[in-house]
């Protein structure tokens, strides 16, 4: 079963506490306790939660900046793989979360918990949210302010924050801020920086860890930001 019709049924929902769980049972049309117990060894638990988190987070973060609008659930779909059978269910359950009393630092939270802090997990989906931001044009004061508590919730510092600001504002990100590299980096170290990127960012490390195939699109594209950085870089140093 896809990971949309695992959240739309309802199924995992009783396998997972806190508001992750209590919108799976809403959706559902079920109450499910908040005091259940999540099950962080469990593969199916984390890509659930990471794949509500970024619904949730995304709608929150809409509501937060006082403006829902399509360009923000059409970057939704741009970077996340919905089969058009599920387009019109995982629409609903987007304006579910939306509405949900629960804070979203609830959301950022329970989905923290589990994982380590500052994974290539939680960066793809503080990427996403970046993205998603921007969809109707510059990111907003409200929308920046959202996105660096929830990094921090994740555990990133204050300047791994400013990298991923970065990456997303202006007009676009230098190489050296998508390698999180500085421009005096030796190329041995460049190249060594080059290679741990592409090994955390690689899809099929980021689903071992986590994320549903479902959004291997997104990842697939961090990982050639990431090569197309790395190239960028070697033809300005004359690096064969």
Same mark, same amino acid.
């Given at each position: 079963?896809?990971?949309?019709?695992?959240? *739309?049924?309802?199924?995992?929902?009783?396998?997972?506490?806190?508001?992750? %769980?209590?919108?799976?049972?809403?959706?559902?049309?079920?109450?499910?306790?908040?005091?259940?117990?999540?099950?962080?060894?469990?593969?199916?638990?984390?890509?659930?939660?990471?794949?509500?988190?970024?619904?949730?987070?995304?709608?929150?973060?809409?509501?937060?900046?006082?403006?829902?609008?399509?360009?923000?659930?059409?970057?939704? +779909? &741009?970077?996340? @793989? *919905?089969?058009?059978? /599920?387009?019109?269910?995982?629409?609903?359950?987007?304006?579910?979360?939306?509405?949900?009393?629960? %804070? !979203? $630092?609830? =959301?950022? @939270? $329970?989905?923290?918990?589990?994982?380590?802090?500052?994974?290539?997990?939680?960066? $793809?989906?503080?990427?996403?949210? !970046? =993205?998603?931001?921007?969809? #109707?044009?510059?990111?907003?004061?409200?929308?920046?302010? =959202?996105?660096?508590?929830?990094? @921090?919730? !994740?555990? !990133?510092?204050?300047?791994?924050?400013?990298?991923?600001?970065?990456?997303?504002?202006?007009?676009?990100?230098?190489?050296? /801020?998508?390698?999180?590299?500085?421009? #005096?980096?030796?190329?041995?170290?460049?190249?060594?920086?080059?290679?741990?990127?592409? +090994?955390?960012? @690689?899809?099929?490390?980021?689903?071992?860890?986590?994320?549903? /195939?479902?959004?291997?699109?997104?990842? &697939?594209?961090?990982?050639?930001?990431? &090569?197309?950085? =790395?190239?960028?870089?070697?033809? $300005?140093? %004359?690096?064969?």
């Amino acid at each position: 079963m896809s990971i949309w019709g695992i959240i *739309i049924g309802g199924t995992a929902g009783f396998a997972m506490g806190g508001p992750i %769980g209590a919108l799976l049972g809403a959706a559902a049309g079920h109450a499910v306790e908040k005091r259940l117990t999540p099950q962080p060894d469990s593969d199916a638990t984390k890509q659930v939660a990471f794949t509500v988190a970024v619904i949730a987070l995304s709608a929150k973060m809409a509501k937060a900046d006082g403006m829902v609008t399509r360009d923000e659930i059409g970057a939704f +779909r &741009n970077r996340v @793989h *919905i089969p058009a059978s /599920e387009v019109k269910q995982v629409g609903k359950f987007w304006d579910l979360a939306r509405k949900t009393p629960d %804070g !979203f $630092q609830d =959301y950022a @939270h $329970q989905v923290a918990r589990l994982f380590a802090p500052r994974t290539p997990v939680l960066e $793809q989906l503080l990427d996403l949210l !970046f =993205y998603i931001a921007r969809s #109707d044009g510059a990111i907003t004061q409200p929308e920046k302010e =959202y996105l660096a508590e929830v990094a @921090h919730i !994740f555990g !990133f510092s204050a300047d791994d924050f400013a990298r991923f600001a970065a990456i997303h504002q202006g007009d676009g990100p230098s190489a050296y /801020e998508v390698l999180a590299v500085t421009k #005096d980096i030796s190329d041995a170290d460049l190249k060594t920086q080059w290679k741990k990127l592409v +090994r955390s960012h @690689h899809p099929d490390k980021l689903m071992a860890d986590g994320m549903p /195939e479902e959004f291997i699109n997104a990842a &697939n594209e961090r990982l050639a930001a990431i &090569n197309a950085a =790395y190239d960028a870089i070697c033809r $300005q140093r %004359g690096i064969s």
